[in-house]
Structure formats: structure tokens, C-alpha cells
């Protein structure tokens, strides 16, 4: 089995081979809307933590607004610096770009002034998957670590089909997901 840097590698390229034959009219309806058998396992006044997504990420901000629109509470990850915790604050309104700033990742977070929070339900962004919940994330660990110290929340992971795999070089601190939802599937629902 391949190395998790070579496996990252590799579905780094899929992922962005796939993203680019994506005519944008068919991306803006993807992840517009959580499928209804998940909804069915949020209750009503679950907070929702989502992700801001790189190019090549599965979307999550159609997510943010359907929430948003619901009532929900919505955070974001958010970091201190590059070697803080990861932790979650609140995002006002997904509707509204300017209330975000970059992170010393260079992904876009609520501010500093923003108010933490801890969510019910974490949408979580991967490199890669498999059938039965395990992830390949970016390497930091954050959200492994995240989940490890919030046991008992829901772990949805938003990915393209074409990041499905058959196994994945798994260890310990490793955490799987509750469920996986592609355009075309919802693993594990």
C-alpha cells in the first residue's frame, strides 16, 4: 500500500483533474442541500461546524446556507497560528464574505473576536475515503484531534466520488467519520 504522503499526492491530482471537467453551472447546485437521511439525524437545535473549502474541496457553503437560512448556529475552524489548536467560532452569516480573514493556513476563519464554539455536528473536508469512514486528511491532524477531544459529535465528511478508496493506510490516532456524503452517494447513512 502506498504511503499516506504518496496516497495525498496522488488523490490531490484526482481530485483536482476531477474539479476542473465540473462546468460551474453543475458545482452550484452540488452540496446545495444535506441529503434527507441525514437531516433526520440532526435535531433541531444541533449546532453545525462546516469547513471553508479550498478550490478543490467538496463545497460546504451551500451547507452554511442552508443551515444559516434554518436558524442554526454555524462555526468554522479557527486558528490562532500555525501551531495552536484547532478550534471552532461562531460564522455570523455565510451570505456575508467580509466577516472572514485569512488563517495562518491560508484558509479564510471568523475572526478572533468571533465567539467559540463547540458543535453538535462537524462537516469535515478529506483527501480521501473509504466505504466504512476511515479519512485521509491533509496531515495536520486537527480535525483527528478535534474529534478525539469532543467525543460523542457527529463526523460528516464532504468529498467527490473519485476520492473513494478502497483502503487506506490507518493508524491509531486516526478517526473515522459517521458518515461520507459524495454527489452521487451517502456512505454509512
Known amino acids: ?32 442541500r444535506p441529503p434527507g437521511a441525514l437531516l433526520s439525524r440532526i435535531s433541531e437545535t444541533a449546532s453545525i ?30 486558528f490562532d497560528a500555525r501551531d495552536s489548536a484547532m478550534a471552532f467560532a461562531r460564522y455570523a452569516d455565510p451570505y456575508i464574505d467580509d466577516l472572514l480573514e485569512d488563517g495562518p493556513f491560508g484558509v479564510a476563519q471568523p475572526s478572533a473576536d468571533a465567539t467559540p464554539i463547540i458543535p453538535d455536528i462537524v462537516f469535515v473536508p478529506l483527501i480521501g475515503f473509504t466505504e466504512n469512514g476511515e479519512r485521509l486528511g491533509q496531515g495536520g491532524g486537527h480535525y ?8 460523542g459529535r457527529l463526523a460528516i465528511g464532504l468529498a467527490w466520488d473519485v476520492q473513494l478508496c478502497e483502503e487506506l493506510p490507518i493508524e491509531p490516532h486516526d478517526m473515522n467519520l459517521d458518515a461520507i456524503i459524495t454527489p452521487t452517494r451517502a456512505y454509512g447513512l
Open 1 to 32: 500500500m502506498p504511503s499516506k504522503p504518496e496516497l495525498r499526492k496522488a488523490l490531490r491530482e484526482a481530485r483536482r483533474d476531477h474539479v476542473l471537467t465540473q462546468p460551474e453551472a453543475i458545482k452550484a447546485l452540488l452540496f446545495s
Open 49 to 78: 461546524g462546516l469547513y471553508a473549502a479550498s478550490t478543490d474541496e467538496a463545497p460546504a457553503a451551500g451547507y452554511a446556507k442552508f443551515f444559516h437560512e434554518q436558524g442554526r448556529t454555524i462555526a468554522l475552524p479557527r
Open 144 to 151: 483527528d484531534r478535534w474529534l478525539s477531544e469532543h467525543p
